[in-house]
């Protein structure tokens, strides 16, 4: 299984930037699917992501500013980021909890991270 995230860049705080990550391989299911950040000397966080059922989960701090959505058809999730602001930088990580037809055991997946800047 393989993550391709897209979408990081550079934005003015107020501005906006999408984030995708596209799940690839010989998958079965997709149990959670979601974004992680993480800043210079601070842990790897949960930002946002759907869990089992679409249910989602939002760190509080972005609550009512970001948004996750998915399309299945696709095993593709988008993190929409409005209303940046400095302490949003980081690098963000597509995550997945996914079985795998050969296994059928569910496994954690990282993607490689985009980077997110924003600026004061």
């Known amino acids: 299984v393989q993550l391709q995230a897209s979408g990081g860049g550079l934005v003015q705080a107020g501005g906006s930037l999408r984030l995708s990550c596209a799940a690839s391989?010989?998958?079965?299911?997709?149990?959670?699917m979601g974004w992680y950040r993480q800043s210079p000397g601070k842990q790897r966080e949960l930002v946002a992501e759907?869990?089992?059922?679409?249910?989602?989960n939002y760190k509080d701090s972005v609550k009512g500013r970001f948004i996750i959505s998915r399309d299945n058809t696709k095993n593709t999730v988008y993190l929409q980021m409005n209303s940046l602001k400095p302490e949003d930088t980081a690098v963000y990580y597509c995550?997945?909890?996914?079985?795998?037809?050969?296994?059928?055991?569910?496994?954690?997946?990282w993607g490689q991270g985009t980077l997110v800047t924003v600026s004061s």
């Open positions: 995550n997945g909890k996914i079985s795998t037809i050969l296994t059928y055991v569910v496994q954690t997946y």
């Open positions: 391989g010989r998958i079965s299911s997709i149990n959670a």
């Open positions: 759907f869990v089992t059922g679409g249910t989602t």
